[in-house]
């Protein structure tokens, strides 16, 4: 157990919804990092905040936006959902903003999209 | 462009018998190398960060290896614990990592 926790498990919901998942780091983590996973593109990585604040962007869409709390817990937003964002969404946290810190993987919230 | 490739895809083993996974890179100015592992279903878990050309680490039956354009993980007398995908990620910026396709190992009793 990597101390991360993700919810839902996982979520079902149909072309041009929205979804909110939720990511809580390792206690004292002040970086959550989220990636998607998918069998064409392997792990992929979204978004970082620190303490607050968004760090880096990687390979998010316009329709996938992210926000990280007081309590340092984030929320993924993905909105105008596709087929194609099916996929597992994986938060990791770390305790710094360098992404040289190891970065703890939660066990993922895997989409589908019907 | 690919910066991160990994083979073979998968590989398949007796128990105890050992061999190595690769990973190549493209990133100039490597700054960091790591290895994770990931059962079906769970998120990846860290094994091993690399530094620089000649580094070694080693974890239980797990060895990470690096020179200047590639990495490898040497799994010694594997057990069917030992399978997993292996993946590989590299520091391609000062925020981003960039993983591989990972490596799937079987390991049969």
Known sequence: ?114 | EDQVTQSPEALRLQEGESSSLNCSYTVSGLRGLFWYRQDPGKGPEFLFTLYSAGEEKEKERLKATLTKKESFLHITAPKPEDSATYLCAVQVNDYKLSFGAGTTVTVRA
């Open chain 1, 1 to 114: 157990d990597s101390g991360v926790t993700q919810t839902p498990k996982h979520l079902i919901t149909a072309t041009g919804q929205r979804v909110t998942l939720r990511c809580s780091p390792r206690s004292g983590d002040l970086s959550v990092y989220w990636y998607q996973q998918s069998l064409d593109q392997g792990l992929q990585f979204l978004i970082q905040y620190y303490n607050g604040e968004e760090r880096a962007k990687g390979n998010i869409l316009e329709r996938f936006s992210a926000q990280q709390f007081p309590d340092l817990h984030s929320e993924l937003n993905l909105s105008s959902l596709e087929l194609g964002d099916s996929a597992l969404y994986f938060c990791a946290s770390s305790s710094g903003g360098a992404v040289t810190d190891t970065q703890y993987f939660g066990p993922g919230t895997r989409l589908t999209v019907l």
